[in-house]
C-alpha cells in the first residue's frame, strides 16, 4: 500500500513562495507513474493544479498557476516538489498529492478520477 506524505505548507503573505513536497513510498518504483497536485478551498470542489510524469518529466498546469507554479521531481527520493510563487489569496486551500498509474498524465485535464492514491493534504494560506 502507497503512503503518500504532503509537506511544506503554511501561512505566507500576498506574493510570497512556498514549496511543498510530496514523498511517496511503499514499495513502488515511481518512474512508472505520474504525480499529480490538487487543491481544494473551503465549500469549493477540489481542483487540479499540476503533475509530472516521472519517467518522461513532461508537466502539465491549471490555467489558474500557469508561469506561477514549477512541479519538479527526484525519482532517487521518490519526491514531487511544486514551487508556488507569486501566491494569491485564491491559492489558499489545502494541497493534495496523488498519483496516477500511468507514466503519463491524463490528455484531457488533471482530474480526481484519474489518480487512485492520496495523500493527507497539507494547508496553505495565504493572507496579509
Known amino acids: 500500500q502507497l503512503h503518500i506524505v504532503e509537506s511544506g505548507g503554511g501561512l505566507v503573505q500576498p506574493g510570497g513562495s512556498l514549496r511543498l513536497s510530496c514523498e511517496v513510498s511503499?514499495?513502488?518504483?515511481?518512474?512508472?507513474?505520474?504525480i499529480g497536485w490538487f487543491r481544494q478551498a473551503p465549500g469549493q470542489e477540489r481542483e487540479g493544479v499540476s503533475c509530472?510524469?516521472?519517467?518522461?518529466?513532461?508537466?502539465k498546469y491549471a490555467d489558474s498557476v500557469k508561469a506561477r507554479f514549477t512541479i519538479s521531481r527526484d525519482n532517487a527520493k521518490n519526491t514531487v516538489y511544486l514551487q508556488m510563487n507569486s501566491l494569491k489569496a485564491e491559492d489558499t486551500g489545502s494541497y493534495y498529492c496523488?498519483?496516477?498509474?500511468?507514466?503519463?498524465?491524463?490528455?484531457?485535464?488533471?482530474?480526481?478520477?484519474?489518480?487512485?492514491?492520496w495523500g493527507q493534504g497539507t494547508q496553505v494560506t495565504v493572507s496579509s
Open positions: 509530472i510524469s516521472m519517467s518522461s518529466g513532461m508537466t
Open positions: 496523488a498519483v496516477r498509474g500511468f507514466s503519463s498524465c491524463p490528455e484531457d485535464g488533471i482530474k480526481n478520477p484519474y489518480f487512485g492514491d
Open positions: 511503499g514499495g513502488i518504483i515511481l518512474d512508472y507513474y505520474s
